[in-house]
């Protein structure tokens, strides 16, 4: 179940402690996506729908719909987090572009595996994104670190690719849902510094690029 533990990072935020450990980056990693994924969804088609919002939301199929597109937003707000941690973080870690993608692709890997794979994709698992995250950052890692704003793109596009709309209103509301997405993660991305030792970060993530000797 896609879920954001608030109150487990509020004394996080409130008393100024920043994570240090393996585990609690990649729960924030994965609280984060969801916690995107979630609110980007639900704001967008709450506005869009407006007095017909409570009848479609309690509608089987329409909530069906959106929870495949809460769910493939997910997997792409997780790509999507740590393309933008490595953009922090690059002059912290190897040079070698190989060796990020091996780490990030290792982290993605274990970001994903730390949910329960959702109903629709009982089948296919997630083979399918773990192979599109690998074709992004043979393109990402080669340039110069894109902001969140460019980033976060792929989320919104994601996002409305699955929303139970109208193909015409999609396309008429892409603008203002790459600006929401993208307001969204420049907001979790000051709360992921805020909650994380970054170096430390870093330096476990560098740990995790060099290959087993």
């Known amino acids: 179940m896609l879920e954001f533990p608030v109150r487990e990072w509020i004394g996080t935020l409130l008393g100024g402690r920043r994570s240090a450990d393996w585990p609690a980056a990649v729960e924030a990693i994965r609280a984060g996506?969801?916690?995107?994924?979630?609110?980007?969804?639900?704001s967008y088609l709450r506005a869009r729908t407006l007095l017909a919002g409570p009848r479609l939301f309690s509608d089987q199929d329409f909530g069906h719909a959106l929870t495949i597109c809460k769910w493939e937003g997910f997997g792409v707000a997780a790509q999507d987090l740590i393309l933008i941690l490595e953009s922090d973080l690059r002059h912290l870690l190897p040079p070698d572009p190989q060796a990020r993608a091996r780490g990030?692709?290792?982290?993605?890997?274990?970001?994903?595996?730390?949910?329960?794979?959702?109903?629709?994709?009982?089948?296919?698992?997630?083979?399918?994104?773990m192979v599109e995250f690998d074709a992004r950052?043979?393109?990402?890692l080669s340039r110069t670190?894109?902001?969140?704003?460019?980033?976060?793109?792929a989320t919104?596009?994601?996002?409305?690719?699955?929303?139970?709309?109208?193909?015409?209103?999609?396309?008429?509301?892409?603008?203002?849902?790459?600006?929401?997405?993208?307001?969204?993660?420049?907001?979790?991305?000051?709360?992921?510094?805020?909650?994380?030792?970054?170096?430390?970060?870093?330096?476990?993530?560098?740990?995790?690029?060099?290959?087993?000797g």
């Open 33 to 42: 996506a969801a916690y995107l994924a979630q609110g980007a969804s639900y």
């Open 104 to 129: 990030l692709a290792a982290l993605y890997r274990e970001v994903l595996d730390s949910e329960a794979l959702p109903e629709h994709r009982a089948d296919c698992g997630w083979a399918d994104l």
């Open 137 to 140: 950052l043979d393109v990402y």
């Open 145 to 153: 670190p894109l902001k969140p704003d460019a980033i976060s793109i």
């Open 156 to 212: 919104a596009l994601r996002l409305l690719q699955h929303a139970p709309i109208e193909d015409s209103v999609r396309k008429a509301d892409q603008m203002m849902v790459v600006n929401n997405v993208a307001f969204r993660f420049i907001e979790y991305q000051a709360k992921l510094r805020r909650m994380l030792d970054l170096p430390a970060f870093a330096a476990q993530l560098s740990a995790r690029m060099v290959p087993p």
